[in-house]
Every structure is written in structure tokens, then in C-alpha cells.
């Protein structure tokens, strides 16, 4: 069964900074963007940021300049580096292969002091 995986989740502070990391099956991760998305209680699931195949970004402006999305070829992974977290910030991560009905299971980001 093919899956992705997400990993790097945590309790921080405002300020704080987190890396997630998303690993994918080779061939999923060689042809498919992909993308971060987030999930709050009581809202919807909205795209964080995303990357081609070619390595080209795009971020939501809540996060631009703030996020950073990579594509790792050797290790088939696709993190996400979450600096100068806010309150704001905290959801359910979710990794997701755009244009598939792949999803990982998430991974919990919590911004408090």
C-alpha cells in the first residue's frame, strides 16, 4: 500500500522553529508535485506551500517568508522548514502528492507559550 509519511511535529514556542519531513515512494516523489497542507480545529484544510518536480515553490502568503519547502532526491523527501512559528500556526501537517489521492496521516504542529 503506498503511503506517505510525515515526521518532525512538536510543541514550540512563539519564535520557534520546526522541520517536517514527508517521505514518499520513489515514484511518487519523481513525478508528482507536492505539497504541504494544514488543518486547524474547526476549519478547513488549507495548502501551505508546494513544489514542482523541478523544484519550483509556491507558499500561501501566511506563511511566505516564513516557510521554506525542499525537495531531497536522495533521500525521496519533501520537508518543510516552519521558522518564526505563531499561535496561528498550530494544525494537523498533512503531506499530500497534488493531482493523487495520497495523504499522509499528519503530523501535529502546537505554538504556545
Known amino acids: 500500500q503506498v503511503q506517505l509519511e510525515e515526521s518532525g511535529g512538536g510543541s514550540v514556542q512563539p519564535g520557534g522553529s520546526l522541520r517536517l519531513s514527508c517521505l514518499t515512494p520513489r515514484v511518487i516523489f519523481r513525478y508528482n508535485t507536492m505539497g504541504w497542507y494544514r488543518q486547524a480545529p474547526g476549519k478547513q484544510r488549507e495548502l501551505v506551500a508546494s513544489i514542482t518536480t523541478y523544484g519550483a515553490a509556491e507558499y500561501a502568503d501566511f506563511v511566505k517568508g516564513r516557510f521554506t519547502i525542499v525537495r531531497n532526491s536522495a533521500t525521496d523527501q519533501v520537508d518543510l522548514l516552519a521558522s518564526f512559528l505563531e499561535p496561528e500556526d498550530t494544525a494537523v501537517y498533512y503531506c499530500?502528492?497534488?493531482?493523487?489521492?495520497?495523504w499522509g496521516r499528519g503530523t501535529q504542529v502546537t505554538v504556545s507559550s
Open positions: 499530500h502528492a497534488l493531482g493523487s489521492a495520497l
